[in-house]
C-alpha cells in the first residue's frame, strides 16, 4: 500500500521540472475527459502534476523564495483545482486539460495582483498583473490612466518593444471607450482604457517546463512585473482609503 507523504504547508521537495508523465497525462485528459478516465489515472495526476505543482509553488515560499520578491508561493492554497464548475457552463467536460497555480502577496488565489503559472502541453505560459479587477477596483484604474497617461506608459514601455520577452495583453476589451470616459478619446491611453485586464506573459516550451528552468522562469516574470504589480496595488490600496465601507471590506477579507 503506497504512504501518503506529509509536508508542512509551506514545504515540499525540491523542483525539478513537471515529468514527461505528467504532460503526457495532461494531453490524454484532453483526449479523454471523462470520469472514468479520470478516476483510473487519478493517482498519476497527484503525484506527477499536482504534487510537482506544489513542489514549484515551495520554491516561492517565505522560508525558501527569493526575498526581493513581493509575491509568496503555498503548496496549499495557491493550486487551482483540476474540477470544473459545469453547473452553468454549455461545455460539460468535467476536468480542465492544464494544471495552473499563482503565486500572490498572502500565497492564496482570488487576490489582486497575481503572478500565473499555466502547464499545457504544447501551450504553457507564465504571465502576471491583475486578471478580471472588480467593477469598482477597475474603474479606479481606469480614472488612473486617464489623469495620468505618463504614469501608466512608462509602467508598461518595458513590456511594449518588439524584442522584450513579455507580451503585454489584456484577454478582454471593450469595443468602445467605457462610459464616462468618452472625453478621453483622444489620450494616447485611449485603448488601454477599454481593456478590462493588465497582464504581461512570457511563452514558456514543454521542455522549459520540464526542468528546473522553470523556477527562473517564474521569478524573472515576478522580477519583470513588479512595476506593474506596484502600479495596480497603489491604485488598489488608494481606492481602498478613499472608500467609506473599508471597514466592511477589511473584515471580509480577514
Sequence with gaps: MTKTLEFPDDVRPDFQGFSKEAFGFL???KRNNDRAWFTDRKALYDAEVKFQMECLLGKFAPSRGPSALPVRGDPKRGMFRVYRDVRFAKDKQPYKSHAGAVLSR??????AGIVYIHIEPGACFVSAGFYAPDRDFLTAWRNRMAQDPDGFLDTVAPFSGKRSKYVLRHRGA???LPRGFSEHAESPVAEFLKWKHFLIA????DRQAQSR????IVRETAEAAIPLLNYGWDIYETMLDADPRRHMRTAEES
Aim: hydrophobic share 25%; aromatic share 0%; charged share 30%.
Design 106 to 111: 498572502t500565497g492564496g488565489r482570488g487576490e
Design 174 to 176: 471593450l469595443k468602445t
Design 202 to 205: 512570457r511563452t514558456v516550451t
Design 213 to 216: 528552468q522553470l523556477i527562473e
Design 27 to 29: 494531453d490524454g485528459l
